[in-house]
Nanobody, 120 residues
Framework: QVQLVESGGGWVQTGGSLKLSCAAS????????MGWYRQGPGKQRELVAS???????NYVDSVKGRFIISRDNAKNTVSLQMNSLKPEDTAVYYC??????????????WGQGTQVTVSS
């Protein structure tokens, strides 16, 4: 069974920084797209950032220029460096591992979630 373990959440003041880390089990890591999702209070879950097996990255517009996603295949980890944090970044952040099987069939694994709170 694939397991994802997150760390790095916490409280920070506006303008501060946090780094989230996700450690994954070996199976499928090297061939999967990794991502960070978040769900703020009263909001729908959204994809914040993703990174492919080859290192190609994508970010939601609201975090571009502030967040950086990276992966270390040797250590089976994916990280999200969050800078210039804003109160609207407050959310539960989830690590995700996604592998396309065929067509629209995907295999997904999720972390337990970690709370990030940004005070104004």
């Amino acid at each position: 069974q694939v397991q994802l373990v997150e760390s790095g959440g916490g409280w920070v003041q506006t303008g501060g920084s946090l780094k989230l880390s996700c450690a994954a089990s070996v199976k499928f890591f090297s061939i999967s797209t990794m991502g960070w999702y978040r769900q703020g209070p009263g909001k729908q879950r959204e994809l914040v950032a993703s990174i492919t097996r080859d290192g190609s990255t994508n970010y939601v517009d609201s975090v571009k220029g502030r967040f950086i996603i990276s992966r270390d295949n040797a250590k089976n980890t994916v990280s999200l460096q969050m800078n210039s944090l804003k109160p609207e970044d407050t959310a539960v952040y989830y690590c995700n591992q996604n592998r396309r099987l065929s067509g629209t069939s995907f295999l997904n694994y999720w972390g337990q979630g970690t709370q990030v709170t940004v005070s104004s």
